[in-house]
């Protein structure tokens, strides 16, 4: 059964860098033809997404996001992550990573909530 | 950049259809899809390519789209569906949500 699980500081300073991995079990991400993806819900806002990548290492970022961040895979840990440089308090959310069918993104993890505070 | 929107919010009374729209620019040239997000919980995708239901979701879910709106009815609304819904579709490369949309069943 395919398995997301979020992890990564839930406290990063303002200017600096927000790092997650997403660690996927269940289905390997290099034989898979799918995307993977994150996600970000700030406090009392909707859904946004931030990008996503594929195991060849095509990605696709959020233009609002995109001069500053970088999604990678790392196949040999069956993980993907997320870097957001130069946080602010507006990056402050519950980062969700997920996979991503053709359209929809269908298998969640539990989400992480990372705070943005000196 | 494209947008989608949806009302803020949808009040339903126990039992009865709760419609949920969202609309947007050439809408019926691209799959929707809708997702369920409850407090402490991930979104669960309840809709997929405007009216397939994944499995495991109830038949009383239903998706249809009309010019450039689409709606998400739940039939017999429960106080378990209570819940922020949100449409999504991929656009030039892009994953865009709507808004979201909050469900009250009273």
């Known amino acids: 059964q395919l398995h997301l699980q979020e992890s990564g500081p839930g406290l990063v300073k303002p200017s600096e860098t927000l790092s997650l991995a997403c660690n996927v079990s269940?289905?390997?991400?290099?034989?898979?033809?799918?995307?993977w993806g994150w996600i970000r819900r700030p406090p009392g806002k909707g859904l946004e997404w931030v990008g996503q990548?594929?195991?060849?290492?095509?990605?696709y970022y959020n233009p609002s996001l995109s001069s500053r961040v970088t999604i990678s895979v790392d196949t040999s840990k069956n993980q993907f992550s997320l870097k957001l440089a130069s946080v602010t308090a507006a990056d402050t959310a519950v980062y969700y990573c997920?996979?991503?069918?053709?359209?929809?993104?269908?298998?969640w993890g539990r989400g992480t909530r990372v705070i943005v505070s000196a | 950049s494209y947008e989608l929107t949806q009302p803020p919010s949808v009040s339903v009374s126990a039992g009865q259809t709760a419609s949920i729209s969202c609309s947007g620019n050439r809408l019926g040239d691209k799959f929707v899809r809708w997702y369920q997000v409850k407090p402490d919980q991930p979104p669960l995708l309840v809709m997929d390519e405007d009216k397939k239901r994944p499995s495991g979701i109830p038949e009383r879910f239903s998706g249809s789209t009309s010019g450039n709106t689409a709606t998400l009815a739940i039939r017999g609304t429960q106080t378990i569906d209570e819940a922020d819904y949100f449409c999504q579709v991929w656009d030039s490369n892009t994953v865009v949500f709507g808004g979201g949309t909050l469900l009250t069943v009273l």
């Open positions: 997920a996979r991503k069918l053709p359209g929809a993104f269908d298998i």
């Open positions: 990548i594929h195991q060849s290492g095509n990605t």
């Open positions: 269940g289905v390997s991400i290099s034989t898979s033809s799918h995307f």
